[in-house]
C-alpha cells in the first residue's frame, strides 16, 4: 500500500463542551498550568468517562470479569474495514444490514444519519440513529469481528441498551463508538483504531483513522 494515501480521522475532538451520554459525567479539560501565567510549561487536567467521544467498549462493560479494554486484541480494531452507509433517520433493522450481506469477522462501519452534520459541536440528541435488538443479533449472527457507529451509543437511545451492548459484546464483537463518518464514502478502508490501554477499564477514547484499501 502506497504510504502517500492520506488518512481521514473519523475520530472527533474531546472538549468540555462536547455531548455525552446521560448519566456519564460531564468533560472537564482545562488547562491547570500556564506558561503565560508563570509556570514552567502548560500542562492540561483531563476529567472524563471511558466513553467519552470516540471511544471502544469492552467486554467487562456490560459483563463482570470478562476482558477489559486493556485485553483487546489489536487486530479487533486495525486492518481491513467496510463502511456502509445506512440512510433514513429511523433505527438501524436488520433488513437494513442484512442488504450489505456482513462476513464473520469483518470490521463493520455504519455510516447514518449521525453524520450529516458535526454532532460533537451540538447538545446530546435523543433522536439519534442507533441498532435495534434485532439488528445486534443479526450482527452476532453474522459474527462479525467490529461493528463501529457513528454517535456516542450502539443502541438507540430508545432501544434497551444493555441488551443490544450485550448481545455485541457476548458474540466477541468489539465496539467502537462516537465515530464521524461524514467524509467516508462507502467502500473498504485500512482501519487504525487504538484505545487507551486503561487496566481493566470497561472502555476508553480512541483515535480512529481511515484510509482507502488499496491491497488485493
Not at 440513529?129 to 467490529?146: K, Y
Not at 464521524?180 to 473498504?188: I, Q, R, T
Request: with cysteine; charged share 20%.
Amino acid at each position: 500500500m502506497s504510504h502517500s494515501t492520506p488518512w481521514l480521522d473519523v475520530s472527533v475532538p474531546l472538549s468540555s463542551s462536547m455531548p455525552y451520554y446521560p448519566g456519564d459525567p460531564s468533560p472537564d479539560i482545562k488547562r491547570v498550568q500556564s506558561l503565560e501565567e508563570g509556570a514552567d510549561a502548560n500542562v492540561t487536567h483531563l476529567s472524563l468517562s471511558a466513553h467519552a467521544g470516540t471511544h471502544v467498549d469492552a467486554p467487562v462493560h456490560f459483563f463482570s470479569g470478562r476482558p477489559g479494554i486493556d485485553e483487546l486484541p489489536l487486530e479487533a480494531t486495525m486492518g481491513r474495514a467496510r463502511v456502509v452507509h445506512l440512510p433514513g433517520t429511523g433505527s438501524v433493522r436488520a433488513d437494513a444490514l442484512r442488504a450489505h450481506d456482513p462476513r464473520p469477522g469483518e470490521r463493520l462501519l455504519l455510516r447514518t444519519h449521525n453524520s450529516d452534520r458535526r454532532w460533537w459541536e451540538l447538545p446530546f440528541q435523543e433522536s439519534f440513529v442507533g441498532l435495534t435488538q434485532e439488528a445486534a443479533a443479526f450482527l452476532a449472527e453474522r459474527r462479525v469481528g467490529c461493528v463501529g457507529v457513528d454517535y456516542l451509543s450502539v443502541a438507540g437511545f430508545h432501544e434497551d441498551s444493555p441488551a443490544v451492548h450485550r448481545t455485541l459484546l457476548d458474540a466477541g464483537i468489539w465496539i467502537v463508538e462516537g465515530l464521524y463518518l461524514g467524509e467516508a464514502a462507502p467502500g473498504d478502508y485500512e482501519l487504525v483504531c487504538l484505545p487507551l490501554r486503561l487496566t481493566g477499564a470497561d472502555g476508553a477514547p480512541a483515535r480512529a483513522l481511515l484510509r482507502p484499501w488499496t491491497r488485493g
